[in-house]
C-alpha cells in the first residue's frame, strides 16, 4: 500500500481487515453497478456488498425516500416501538411478499445483521422443542457469533471463536461425498439408530445456495426430502436465506422452486434494500412462543433501513422484475459454460444458480488470480470455498443487459491474464 490513506488504515485498523486487502483502492462514490475511487478510476461491481447490494449502489428511487425521511425529520432509532416507517415495511413485505407466496410467518426483529437473525432461529427452536442439538451442514455458513458458528463448517472460522463449539453436529450436504451418495439416507440412519450417537435434533440448518461455502447449490429434491425428514422427525427446518435470498437466485426466497415452507427464514443483508443494517427473522406462527424481551437488541428498530426495504419491495409489484433476473442468470449460465469450454486449461466447472454462481477451479490458486486481475481491470469480484477455489459472480439482481455483458467481458479477459500470468498451457485461448 503505497496510497496514506491506505497506509492510514494498515497502521490504525486491526489486522482483522480483509476486503481492503483485496481491494486496494480508496473509494469515493458509486451508482448502480458502478464504484469510482479518488483518482477517478470506475469499477464495475460483481460483488455487490457480499449480497447486501442486490440492488446496486444508491438505487433511485430508495435514495429519494431516505433523504425525504430525514429532512422531514423521521425517527432514526426506534429499539421495537410502533413507526410509520416500521408500519410501511411489515405492509408491504406481508402485502407484497408473503400473501401472494401464501406464507403465514410472524415478523421478527432481531439485531440488524446475519448472524443476529440465525442466533434468534437457533434459540425459538431449542426453546420450543426442548432440545440443544443443531444439524448443520458440510460447508455451510452462518455467521460470526458464537452460535453461528457452532453451525459453520469453516474450520478457520471456527477456531476464531477461542472456546469449544458445541451443541451442533455436521452432515454432509447434497453431493458432498464424491459417490454421489444419498446424503439425506446418511443423516436419517444416524437418527433411526440409537447408536449413532446423534439425538433428535431441535432444528436443522441449510442454505440452499452456500455462498461462502463455495456456491454449492442442492437440488430441489434433496430440499424436499429434507424436509420430509424433518416433518417426520418433528425437527425445525431453518433455511438461511441471509445471502442466497431477496432475488440472488432468480426468485425472493431461494428455496420457492422446491417448493418447501421453512418453520423459520433467516434474511438480512439485502432484505434493507439500500445496504442499511436490517435483518428479520420470520417463524411459523406456532413456533412464536416468545416472552416479551426475551430476544432483543438496540438496533433492531432501524427505521432508514426499514424506509427503503419498504421501498426495495415495491419492484417487486411487477412480474417483469424477477423475470428479468432469471433472463440475466441464464445469460451468464450460458457464459460460464462457454468460459469453461473455451478454456479447458482452467479446469473449472460451474457452479450455483441464478445471479449467485461462480467457476471452481482444481488449479490450486487459479480462482483467486482470477480475481485479483479482474481487479487490475478495475472489476471488483471475491472468491469462495475452503480453498478460494470459486471465484463468484455477484452483479446487481437489477443490472442492464449492457453492464452485465461488460462485466463478463471483463471476467474472460481475468481468465486469460490467469492462465498467462501462472504459465499455464494457452493452447485455447484466442487473443
Known amino acids: 500500500m503505497t496510497n496514506k490513506k491506505l497506509e492510514l488504515i494498515e497502521n490504525l485498523e486491526s489486522s482483522v481487515r480483509s476486503y481492503v486487502r483485496s481491494f486496494p483502492a480508496v473509494f469515493t462514490k458509486a451508482r448502480g453497478y458502478k464504484m469510482w475511487d479518488e483518482d477517478g478510476n470506475e469499477y464495475i461491481d460483481f460483488f455487490s456488498g457480499a449480497g447486501a447490494l442486490n440492488y446496486g449502489h444508491n438505487e433511485p428511487s430508495m435514495k429519494q425516500k431516505l433523504v425525504d425521511y430525514i429532512l422531514k425529520d423521521g425517527i432514526t432509532h426506534s429499539l421495537d416501538m410502533a413507526t410509520d416507517a416500521k408500519v410501511d415495511f411489515l405492509h408491504n413485505l406481508n402485502e407484497i411478499i408473503l400473501k401472494?407466496?401464501?406464507?403465514?410467518?410472524?415478523?421478527?426483529?432481531p439485531g440488524p445483521t446475519g448472524t443476529n437473525t440465525v442466533e434468534s432461529a437457533l434459540k425459538i427452536a431449542r426453546k420450543m422443542t426442548g432440545r440443544t442439538d443443531v444439524v448443520s451442514f458440510t460447508n455451510g455458513f452462518h455467521g460470526m457469533t458464537v452460535g453461528s458458528l457452532a453451525v459453520t463448517g469453516n474450520s478457520m472460522?471456527?477456531?476464531g471463536a477461542g472456546i469449544p463449539l458445541g451443541h451442533s453436529v455436521t452432515m454432509p450436504y447434497d453431493n458432498f461425498v464424491e459417490d454421489e451418495e444419498d446424503t439425506l439416507h446418511y443423516f436419517e440412519r444416524f437418527l433411526e439408530d440409537n447408536g449413532s450417537g446423534v439425538a433428535v435434533p431441535a432444528a436443522v440448518i441449510l442454505e440452499t445456495v452456500q455462498g461462502e461455502g463455495g456456491i454449492n447449490a442442492a437440488s430441489m429434491t434433496w430440499l424436499k426430502e429434507l424436509e420430509i425428514i424433518c416433518k417426520k422427525w418433528e425437527i425445525v427446518m431453518i433455511v438461511d436465506d441471509v445471502q442466497a435470498g431477496v432475488g440472488r437466485t432468480g426468485t425472493f426466497f431461494s428455496f420457492e422452486p422446491a417448493g418447501i415452507e421453512p418453520d423459520v427464514i433467516c434474511l438480512s443483508k439485502s432484505i434493507g434494500g439500500y445496504g442499511l443494517p436490517l435483518a428479520i427473522t420470520l417463524i411459523k406462527p406456532e413456533l412464536d412462543d416468545w416472552i416479551p424481551g426475551e430476544h432483543n437488541g438496540t438496533f433492531?428498530?432501524?427505521n432508514m433501513a426499514f424506509v427503503t426495504a419498504a421501498e426495495a419491495l415495491t419492484f417487486w409489484k411487477d412480474a417483469a422484475f424477477e423475470k428479468n433476473i432469471q433472463e440475466n442468470a441464464a445469460i451468464v449460465t450460458e457464459f460460464l459454460d462457454d468460459m469453461i469450454k473455451k478454456y479447458p486449461e482452467m479446469k473449472g466447472y460451474r457452479k450455483g444458480r441464478g445471479l449467485m454462481q461462480g467457476i471452481a477451479s482444481d488449479i490450486d490458486g487459479f480462482s483467486?488470480?482470477?480475481?485479483?486481475?479482474?481487479?487490475?481491470?478495475?472489476?471488483?469480484?471475491?472468491?469462495a470455498g475452503g480453498q478460494d477455489e470459486v471465484f463468484k459472480l455477484f452483479?446487481?439482481?437489477n443490472i442492464d443487459k449492457e453492464g452485465l455483458r461488460s462485466g463478463l467481458e471483463t471476467i474472460?479477459?481475468?481468465i486469460k491474464d490467469a492462465l498467462t500470468s501462472m504459465g499455464i498451457d494457452k493452447g485455447a485461448i484466442k487473443s
Open 395 to 397: 452483479p446487481p439482481i
Open 368 to 383: 483467486e488470480k482470477v480475481a485479483e486481475h479482474a481487479f487490475k481491470r478495475f472489476m471488483i469480484m471475491e472468491t
Open 412 to 414: 474472460e479477459l481475468s
Open 100 to 109: 401472494p407466496r401464501n406464507m403465514d410467518y410472524k415478523i421478527m426483529f
Open 300 to 302: 433492531r428498530g432501524n
Open 157 to 159: 472460522k471456527r477456531k
